[in-house]
Every structure is written in structure tokens, then in C-alpha cells.
Nanobody, 116 residues
Framework: QVQLVESGGGLVQPGGSLRLSCAVS????????MGWYRQAPGKQRELVAA???????TYADSVKGRFTISRDYAKNTMYLDMNSLKPEDTAVYYC??????????WGQGTQVTVSS
């Protein structure tokens, strides 16, 4: 069973930055795609950013130009660099990974709060 562990969330002022990390218990080579999702109170979980095994990336329109998804194969870790944060970015952020059998794994989530 693959385990995904997020870290890096916290409280930040509007306009600030955070880096989220998703540490994988196995090798990230086993995943066809990885991504970050978020869920704000009272809202559905939504895709924030995703990266394929070939390195192709996709972003939600609301975060384009502000967030960057990346991964480090040597560290078996995926990252989400978040800049110019806005109050509407406040949510629990979840790491997701899908293997070549289309089995998905989720992390436990990390809280990001953007507030002055």
C-alpha cells in the first residue's frame, strides 16, 4: 500500500508563498500521474495541478501563473510551490497519485490558510 504524506501547510498572509511537499513511501516512477487537489469548507474537492509521468503539467485556471507543480525522483517527493496567495486559496490540500493500474492513492491533507 502506497502512502502519501503532505507537509508544508500553514498560515500565510495574502501575497505570501508556501511550498507543499508530498512524500511517497514507494517510487514515484510507479505513477502515471500525480496531482494536488484542494477542498475548501462547503465546497467540492477540486484539481489544483497535475503532472504526468512524461512531465506534462496542467493547472486550474484560478492558480495559473501563481502555482508550480514539480517532482524530485531522487527524493520520491512531489511539490507545489504557491506564490501570490489569495484568501480564496484557503483549503485543505491533498496529494494524489495514480498508478498504471489506475489505482489512486491519497494523502491525509494539509491545511493552507491565507489571511491577514
Amino acid at each position: 500500500q502506497v502512502q502519501l504524506v503532505e507537509s508544508g501547510g500553514g498560515l500565510v498572509q495574502p501575497g505570501g508563498s508556501l511550498r507543499l511537499s508530498c512524500a511517497v513511501s514507494g517510487s514515484i516512477f510507479s505513477f502515471i500521474a500525480m496531482g494536488w487537489y484542494r477542498q475548501a469548507p462547503g465546497k467540492q474537492r477540486e484539481l489544483v495541478a497535475a503532472i504526468s509521468s512524461r512531465g506534462a503539467t496542467t493547472y486550474a485556471d484560478s492558480v495559473k501563473g501563481r502555482f508550480t507543480i514539480s517532482r524530485d525522483y531522487a527524493k520520491n517527493t512531489m511539490y507545489l510551490d504557491m506564490n501570490s496567495l489569495k484568501p480564496e486559496d484557503t483549503a485543505v490540500y491533498y496529494c494524489n497519485a495514480k498508478n498504471y493500474l489506475n489505482v489512486e492513492s491519497w494523502g491525509q491533507g494539509t491545511q493552507v490558510t491565507v489571511s491577514s
